[in-house]
């Protein structure tokens, strides 16, 4: 991408001033860069970042319209929509922020209580389930407690990866262990106190257990789901109806974010951007540790096993697959936590809008894919998508148990 | 009978406040807690029929899961809303107080109560000072800005540089560059004395 091009045919943002909000953590990295590094001002926008301190908090500001855009779980846009989440309010996304980027880290104890019990089981993620799972016979036989785990918010990637990495060792979620909800920040804390005994969350998060002996980074996203959608950027269908310039270029603004952050040697800028504009108050070394680009620590097929690592932009990072959201929401009422009789297809169609991205990115003349959905989890090497600019590189897209998806 | 609330806050002063405007204004107080307990093992063994929380919590969260898990756990506000309440719930927000409410309680109490819990988060931050959530990360970026440049003009490096030393001081010390920052400028400030 010519990282210089104009968007002279793009026409003028009808609001200029907005409040786009995020949470703490490395991946919120498109809006601080697309702010730090002016492209947000060179669409003509003027934007403040609102650091919320929950997921909650983000939401009930993008249902009092008290922000105009946000960084959101994937799952969010659909659950507002369908009156799951807060108080109905549809809401959409465009635009994929980054694949990948979480970890499930258990603490040392665990670890090693893991390691005794199947030693074999714990050299491949696919496995390390099974390992969890002898340890869990054994405590019940022992009449040990449960093993009590958490995952982030109730609409997020995390509990569905977590719940997808447990099932595959032979883990009944709902009555093996207690499933929790933890805020972020104190995760690790909760880890030394003994009160969890693991976790899946986003970087910073794990490597911050890590880092402090407390805890051990067992596998990343990408052994779940290899070409997993994380956050996205999310509005209100209102506001997307009545600013739909301003959208396309607050969308074409963290495009070239993201486009930044992915080519090489610009992570350890933005794990700077994130604390030293005060967005993450974490030690750097931590926030770097976590950003570190994929591509530049080995192939990829090395990739997976860089538990936590995150894509921003290559192989179709941005583009809102249909057939991700619909595979978390699948995920959803696997478990339960979503009726049956949704029509999700109407649904995620209202809710996820490759149109729109399709616009932001001509703009910038990137390629995007020609369909909206694929089968995913069917490719076990690197392949070729045809794009509407040319032909885009997609990474392996493996799911944990070798299963497809086929929407 | 009265309706159970359970406040959760980090501000001991704060909640002791908002416990006796409660309390004046009809409601129950059942406990206060913080941010580092338990909050499932307490709303379970407490079953309170409403939560006010400091909106700034990273716990709301946990809140919101256990408002998914059944009837008897308080919902966010913002899902009990009635036509007239958005404009409350925008005023709460702004005032950093955040509701979870079970669904028997009247509007008209719930309305109360978020009155009552507002207007005390608002004396308590006019009283005290206080600084807004935005406000408070304005000044933490302020703070990391003021100690860069200290740095830069004590050292006499560049703003590459600046950021390597913070970033291994922070990495050494185990801090963030936030609490580095502060470390640094109280440090000179005390030498200037």
Redesign the interface.
């Known amino acids: 991408m010519n990282s210089t091009l104009a968007n002279g045919n793009a026409p003028a943002p009808e609001l200029r001033r907005l409040t786009l909000g995020m949470l703490p953590l490395n991946d919120a990295a498109p809006l601080v860069v697309a702010l730090e590094k002016g492209y947000f001002g060179s669409e003509g926008l003027d934007v403040s970042l609102s650091v919320e301190t929950s997921w909650a908090g983000l939401r009930d500001g993008m249902q009092l319209g008290l922000l105009d855009g946000a960084q959101m779980l994937a799952l969010m846009p659909l659950a507002s929509t369908l009156g799951l989440d807060g108080r109905a309010t549809p809401m959409l996304s465009a635009m994929t922020l980054n694949l990948g980027g979480n970890a499930i880290t258990v603490s040392q104890a665990l670890y090693e209580r893991m390691l005794a019990q199947d030693p074999g089981a714990m050299q491949a993620p696919a496995t390390q389930a099974s390992a969890l799972a002898r340890v869990i016979d054994a405590r019940r036989q022992a009449g040990e407690p449960k093993l009590r785990f958490a995952n982030v918010y109730p609409f997020s990637s995390h509990r569905y990866l977590l719940r997808y990495w447990l099932a595959a060792g032979g883990i009944d979620p709902e009555n093996d262990l207690e499933l929790r909800v933890v805020p972020p920040p104190l995760m690790a804390s909760q880890l030394e106190s003994g009160r969890l005994d693991g976790y899946c969350v986003g970087e910073p998060w794990n490597r911050l257990a890590a880092s402090r002996g407390q805890g051990h980074m067992l596998c990343g996203s990408f052994d779940i789901w290899g070409g997993g959608q994380e956050k996205v950027f999310g509005v209100c269908e209102a506001w997307a109806l009545q600013y739909p310039n301003t959208h396309r270029a607050v969308l074409r603004a963290l495009l070239r974010a993201c486009v930044w952050l992915d080519e090489p040697g610009n992570r350890e800028q933005a794990a700077r951007l994130l604390c030293l504009g005060g967005y993450l108050d974490v030690s750097p070394a931590v926030v770097e540790a976590g950003l570190c680009n994929p591509q530049q620590v080995a192939g990829d097929r090395q990739t997976g096993r860089l538990a936590g690592a995150t894509l921003f932009h290559r192989h179709a990072a941005n583009f809102p697959w249909r057939s991700q959201t619909l595979w978390y929401a699948r995920q959803m009422q696997r478990w339960g936590h979503l009726a049956e009789e949704v029509d999700l297809k109407v649904a995620i169609e209202r809710c996820v809008r490759p149109d729109l991205y399709r616009q932001a990115a001509a703009d910038l003349g990137i390629s995007a894919p020609l369909v909206d959905s694929k089968v995913e989890g069917a490719h076990e090497e690197a392949w070729l998508l045809e794009g509407d600019r040319g032909d885009i590189p997609m990474r392996p897209d493996r799911f944990l148990d070798g299963s497809r998806f086929a929407p | 009978m009265a309706i159970r609330v359970l406040i959760v806050d980090t501000k001991d002063e704060r909640s002791q406040a908002l416990e006796r405007a409660l309390a004046e204004a009809g409601f129950e107080v059942v406990s206060t807690v913080d ?2 307990d ?1 909050l ?1 093992s307490t709303m379970e063994a407490l079953q309170p029929d409403a939560v006010i929380v400091d ?11 256990l408002g ?1 898990l059944g009837r008897r756990y308080p919902k ?1 506000m ?2 009990l ?1 009635e036509e007239e309440t ?1 404009d409350l ?2 005023q709460a ?2 005032a950093g107080v ?1 509701a979870y409410v079970i669904d028997s309680i009247s509007p008209a109490l719930v309305r109360s109560m978020l009155n009552v819990s507002i207007s005390s988060f608002e004396s308590f931050r006019a009283l005290k000072g206080e600084l807004s ?2 406000q408070e ?2 000044a ?2 302020r ?3 003021r100690a ?1 440049a200290m740095i830069m003009e004590l050292r006499g490096l560049g703003e590459d540089a600046a ?1 390597q030393y ?2 291994k001081t ?2 050494n010390r ?6 580095l920052a502060q470390e640094l400028l109280s440090a000179t400030g005390n030498k200037g004395k």
């Open positions: 941010e580092q338990d499932y909106a700034a919590l990273p716990s709301r969260d946990t809140l919101e899961h998914q966010p913002i899902m809303a958005p719930t925008q927000t702004r955040s959530r935005t990360t304005l933490q970026r703070a990391i800005d860069k950021y913070m970033r922070a990495m185990r801090m963030t560059i936030h609490e």
